[in-house]
Structures are given as structure tokens and as C-alpha cells.
């Protein structure tokens, strides 16, 4: 979606390796918040963002954690894949003059 | 857990009227109801919200009862580009408030 960047869309790593996953924005937007997405389970909040160097805990955060050194940029990473952390994660932003989250493209995480 | 309570799916005939309920019968005086959706593989997509008021934009209608304990998403005139999972979420009107996704109603437009 327009301002809002995932990178890189498509992932296969093996268990046990680090991964980070990059969202990007350049809507200068304060919130910023990541979601896995699995069958069955529906959209899960994994930890979210509201400003430079704070963030927070979602629903799901177990083996996740992430970093926001600048306003555009919420690194998510998981410390060390495991299978269960395969998935669909989105990024979303939310700020003034906005109605509601702006989701990214996705990015589909493999772990084998 | 979410606060929503959706049917799981529902059909309708292209060109005609999509009406998809929602009951959030524990909703708290300041929190809005939102409603998203996402075609496949896609992130979601904000379509509208509302707290007391009915609302209507471009995309959508939302009718909200006036005990607030359910809402109706309508979409005019369905096209085939409308099927996708529409999602009913009851959050707060501040941006502190994180939006709780449930499972959502899968719409299927029917040709």
C-alpha cells in the first residue's frame, strides 16, 4: 500500500537462524504494528509501536522482539526460527488525519 | 479475545445489496466499531467506522443499533471484486487502543 514498504516479501530460512523482517513508512505516522496471520487463527498483534524507541506487547510476542530507532523503520525479529513462526506478517500504521490501520503487502516467512 | 461475534460466511448475488451483521453486545461506551476487510493475500483494507452515528462513505454503509450492541456493514452493490473476509472490530478511539482482529465473515459474491 502506498507509504507503507515490507521487505523482503518472501523468506525461507532454516530453525534456529535469526531473522529480522523491516517495515518502512514515510507517512511520519507514530503508530506502527506488526501482525502474524495463520490459518485458522485469523490476524494476531505480535507487538506494536507508539513512538521512537517505545514499543510494546501484542497478543503474541513469545520469540519475537523488535526495535523503532526512527520514526519510518520497525524492525521485527525473531531471535532464533522455529517452524511455528512460519506465517504471513503485516505491518500497519496509524496516525492524525488517518481513519483506521494502513496494512502492508505482507511479508511470507518460511521456516524449515 | 475479540469482542465480536460474526457470522462465519455469507453469500450474495452480484449487483445486489451485501448486508453483513456484526453483534459486540459488550462494548464499552467509548469504543468504536471498525470494520476492515481483506481480499486474498492482500493486508486488510479499512473501510469504515463508527461510534453512535450511522456512517457512510464511499465503500460502505454502517448502520449501528442504538443500544450500540450490533451493527450492519452494507455494500450497495456488490461486484465480484467485494468477496473477501470483512472483519468487525470494537476498539477505542484512541490510537492506544490496538485493534483485536476475530475471524471475520468470508463473503462470497455470487456471479
Known amino acids: 500500500d502506498a507509504g507503507i514498504t515490507q521487505s523482503p516479501r518472501h523468506k525461507v530460512t532454516e530453525t534456529g537462524t535469526p531473522v529480522t523482517l523491516r517495515c518502512h513508512q514515510t507517512?511520519?505516522?507514530?503508530?506502527m504494528y506488526w501482525y502474524r496471520q495463520d490459518p485458522g487463527h485469523g490476524l494476531r498483534l505480535i507487538h506494536y509501536s507508539y513512538g521512537v524507541k517505545d514499543t510494546d506487547k501484542g497478543e503474541v510476542s513469545d520469540g519475537y522482539s523488535v526495535s523503532r530507532s526512527k520514526t519510518e523503520d520497525f524492525l521485527l525479529t525473531l531471535e532464533s526460527a522455529t517452524s511455528s513462526q512460519t506465517s504471513v506478517y503485516f505491518c500497519a500504521i496509524s496516525g492524525p488525519g488517518q481513519d483506521g490501520y494502513t496494512f502492508g503487502s505482507g511479508t511470507r516467512l518460511t521456516v524449515v | 479475545d475479540a469482542k465480536t461475534t460474526q457470522p462465519p460466511s455469507m453469500d450474495c448475488a452480484e449487483g445486489r445489496a451485501a448486508n453483513l451483521p456484526c453483534n459486540h453486545s459488550t462494548i464499552s461506551g467509548n469504543e468504536y466499531v471498525y470494520w476492515y476487510r481483506q481480499i486474498h493475500s492482500q493486508g486488510p483494507q479499512y473501510i469504515i467506522h463508527g461510534l453512535k452515528n450511522n456512517e457512510t462513505n464511499e465503500m460502505a454503509s454502517l448502520i449501528i443499533t442504538e443500544d450500540r450492541k450490533s451493527s450492519t456493514l452494507i455494500l450497495p452493490h456488490a461486484t465480484l471484486r467485494d468477496t473477501a473476509v470483512y472483519y468487525c472490530?470494537?476498539?477505542?478511539?484512541?490510537?492506544?487502543?490496538?485493534?483485536?482482529f476475530g475471524k471475520g465473515t468470508r463473503l462470497h459474491i455470487l456471479p
Open positions: 472490530i470494537a476498539a477505542g478511539g484512541n490510537r492506544d487502543d490496538k485493534i483485536i
Open positions: 507517512e511520519n505516522h507514530r503508530y
